[in-house]
C-alpha cells in the first residue's frame, strides 16, 4: 500500500479461530499462508532507524521494497505512517543496490502471513517464530476498531511495538542474536507473552 499505514496490531493465541470467524464474516482470502523474508537496511550510523524509519526489502510470492516514515499515534491509541511500497523483479539484485548505496543488512526477520479483505480492509493472520499476531490495517480508526471488535478482539490489548522491537526486549535474556528474528534461530527457544510484556487479545477463545 502507498500513501499512509494506519494499522492495529494483536496478539492472539488462537489464530486458527480468528481465521474461523473471518470465514463466518465472509472475508476474502487475498494471500494464502506465505513465507516472508524481511531485510531491514540502514546506513553506518543507524540514521534510518534513529529517525524512526524504515528501508525494507522483502520476500514473499513477489519481492518488493519498502520506506516507512516515523509512526503517528491518532487517537485510540491507532498508529499511522508514511509507507512507500513497490515490487521489483529480482530480490538478490535489489539487495547488490542497497548495498551498493551504502546501506547494509541491519536486520533479518521471517513470518508467515495470510491475508485476507473485508469491507475494504486488510486482515493479516501472521505467525512469527515467537508467537501468532493479527494485523489490521485500513483508512481510519472506526472501520479498523469495528473490524476488531467483530474478531472479538480486545482493543486495550493493542501492540504498539514493531514485531523486531517485541524480540529485542526478549534476546538479551535468551542469549539470541537481536538482528536475527528466524524459525531456525529461535526453533529451540519457548518465548512467552510475559517475556514479550504483552497479552492475548483474544482472551475469550477457547
Known sequence: MNGYETEAKFFVKNLGMIELRLQFLKAQLIQLRTHETNLRFDNGKNELRKSSRVLRLRQDEKA???????????????????????????????REFLEALGYKVVVIYEKFRAVYELNDIHIMLDELPYGEFVEIEGKNVDTIHNIANQLELNWSKMVKDSYHTLFEQVALKFNLESSRLTFKALEKVKISAGDLRIEAADEHSA
Open 64 to 94: 518488493r521494497f519498502t520506506f516507512k516514515g516515523p509512526s503517528i499515534e491518532l487517537s485510540d491509541g491507532l498508529l499511522t505512517r508514511r509507507e512507500i511500497e513497490f515490487i521489483v523483479e529480482d530480490f538478490e539484485k535489489a
